[in-house]
């Protein structure tokens, strides 16, 4: 198996939720949403971001869906574990479209982070990085300055592509064939997003923006797969060692997704988190130190973008995704009203 040196050679890992569709076949829309599995309410935790309430509970019309707490994996829970907190950014006419928290994947180990965005107030696009994949790409390096008005949160891709010959396809073209079985992240024109086992669960449709793809699905039919357990199936670490940054994204039941980063995570730690997330099908994005990254962002004046990482430890600054880089990343943007 070839050797993954992450995004060069470094680490990561998180948890966002989004709504997504898609299977081959079909045609994908938002279902009933379900909710996250529940948990406790637990105090927030002082290095977890806090709203006030006139911002969450009576400026704000609650007529998007608030995720329900995350039962705990690590018990007695911490106080805040798994309880979601709005991001300040994400403020939606009715709600919020991302919310964040942390979840430790077993006891002793440090959280991870997980971010939930809804579907309905926000759409995903896929950018090509300025060196990989090759060619000109229609979002390209990086988040163009006439785009961050609307710009909700950015974080890491996968592999490299040429390293693992994994495909990589958007507007109508790809820059390395879809490999059939593979873990797929699937953008459609509509900003919806969704993951699958490619020609599976997904495929190839007049709807379907980007696809990236990515080994094999790590969660399947809700539960952690069978290879899970073997380290090496899920990319080369620094040092060759079992845990370290990972991350993943996931489909929910309810077809919103998560992302899962953090560290110290083996392949099984992740799939576990994302299970508890609420992952039906996931699969594992970049890995190892450097490459983990997930930033939300504000906008306190026009024309001025800010962000801030979900997780301390993270590598990249949010300034990363706001200036040109070499790897390919997915970027969630504010839905237009009425799209």
């Known amino acids: 198996m070839p050797v993954h040196w992450g995004r060069g050679v470094a680490l990561v890992a998180f948890t966002v939720?989004?709504?997504a569709g898609g299977?081959?076949?079909?045609?994908?829309?938002?279902?009933?949403?379900v909710g996250l599995p529940t948990g406790p309410a637990q105090p927030n935790p002082t290095n977890a971001p806090t709203s006030t309430s006139s911002s969450t509970s009576t400026t704000v019309p609650k007529s998007l869906p608030v995720p329900a707490p995350i039962a705990p994996v690590a018990t007695p829970a911490l106080p805040g574990e798994g309880v979601w907190q709005p991001a300040?950014?994400?403020?939606?006419?009715?709600?919020?479209?991302?919310?964040?928290?942390?979840?430790?994947?077993?006891?002793?180990?440090?959280?991870?982070?997980?971010?939930?965005?809804?579907?309905?107030?926000?759409?995903?696009?896929?950018?090509?990085?300025?060196?990989?994949?090759?060619?000109?790409?229609?979002?390209?390096?990086?988040?163009?300055?006439?785009?961050?008005?609307n710009l909700l949160a950015a974080f890491n891709g996968g592999f490299k592509i040429y390293s693992y010959n994994t495909g990589w396809y958007d507007d109508g073209r790809a820059a390395v064939a879809l490999q059939p079985g593979y873990a797929s992240f699937v953008v459609y024109t509509d900003g919806t997003?969704?993951?699958?086992?490619?020609?599976?669960d997904v495929a190839l449709s007049a709807d379907v923006q980007s696809v990236r793809q990515n080994l094999q699905l790590l969660v399947d039919k809700g539960?952690?797969?069978?290879?899970?357990?073997?380290?090496?199936?899920w990319g080369a670490t620094l040092g060759g060692v079992t845990n370290t940054w990972r991350s993943g994204v996931?489909?929910?039941?309810?077809?919103?997704?998560?992302?899962?980063?953090?560290?110290?995570?083996?392949?099984?730690?992740?799939?576990?988190?994302?299970?508890?997330?609420?992952?039906?099908?996931?699969?594992?994005?970049?890995?190892?130190?450097?490459?983990?990254?997930?930033?939300t962002y504000v906008h306190p004046a026009p024309d001025l973008t800010?962000?801030?990482?979900?997780?301390?430890?993270?590598?990249?600054?949010?300034?990363?995704?706001?200036?040109?880089?070499?790897?390919?990343?997915?970027?969630v943007f504010s839905r237009p009203p009425g799209a």
Not at 253 to 278: E, I, K, M
């Open 193 to 200: 997003a969704t993951v699958g086992a490619w020609g599976l």
């Open 250 to 295: 996931g489909v929910t039941a309810d077809d919103d997704l998560v992302y899962v980063g953090g560290p110290y995570l083996s392949p099984a730690l992740l799939a576990r988190v994302l299970v508890a997330a609420g992952a039906i099908k996931a699969m594992e994005l970049d890995i190892n130190p450097q490459w983990v990254s997930f930033a």
């Open 88 to 149: 300040p950014g994400s403020a939606e006419t009715g709600g919020y479209a991302i919310y964040t928290t942390q979840l430790r994947p077993a006891p002793g180990f440090p959280p991870s982070a997980v971010a939930w965005i809804d579907s309905t107030a926000a759409r995903v696009s896929l950018y090509a990085g300025s060196g990989e994949p090759s060619g000109t790409w229609p979002h390209q390096g990086y988040v163009a300055t006439a785009d961050q008005a």
């Open 223 to 233: 539960a952690p797969a069978a290879t899970a357990d073997a380290v090496g199936a």
């Open 23 to 33: 299977c081959a076949g079909a045609s994908h829309g938002p279902r009933g949403r």
């Open 17 to 19: 939720i989004m709504a």
């Open 306 to 331: 800010t962000g801030s990482n979900i997780l301390s430890g993270m590598f990249y600054s949010p300034s990363h995704y706001l200036q040109p880089d070499a790897r390919d990343f997915f970027a």
